[in-house]
């Protein structure tokens, strides 16, 4: 392992560690108060309606992707890529394979997972908003 993936894995680690004890900070990417509730089986929201699929909404630092990954599990990620977010023409996107979110400018991709980067120049996972889901209402909050 070089040297830039082992300083990935021990701040992210840290970042982990850090999110159980108050707000998430994240290395490059600005707190922003974000705090809504949507009702991802509502029809106005067909991507959230089943596993693997997404929606846009308008708030944190660039905009936040919301990624159902099963029945209870949501990920929520801002749309700001960690190596170019003041970029205003960068932008995280949902590959069309579904599998990895890419920024549109940079190139680096992520798992839609997990937020940690694949391949490209950042090294730093997505910033990540936090979910609450009661099997009706989703939460999504800094």
Do not use: Q
């Not at 991507?47 to 099963?70: A, K, M, P």
């Amino acid at each position: 392992m070089n040297g830039r993936k082992i300083y990935g894995i021990i701040t992210l680690s840290l970042l982990i560690m850090a999110s159980g004890c108050g707000d998430y900070v994240h290395p490059t990417i600005p707190n922003v108060h974000v705090d809504f509730t949507i009702y991802p089986n509502d029809p106005n929201y067909p991507g959230l309606n089943y596993f693997g699929g997404h929606e846009y909404f308008t708030g944190g630092v660039n905009g936040i992707v919301i990624y159902r990954i099963d029945y209870e599990t949501f990920a929520a990620y801002d749309r700001a890529c960690p190596y170019d977010w003041e970029n205003p023409d960068a932008w995280i996107c949902v590959d069309p394979s579904g599998l990895v979110l890419i920024d549109s400018c940079c190139g680096s991709r992520f798992n839609i997972l997990d937020g940690l980067p694949i391949n490209g120049p950042s090294e730093l996972p997505l910033k990540y908003y936090k979910t609450r889901y009661n099997g009706n209402r989703l939460r999504i909050y800094s």
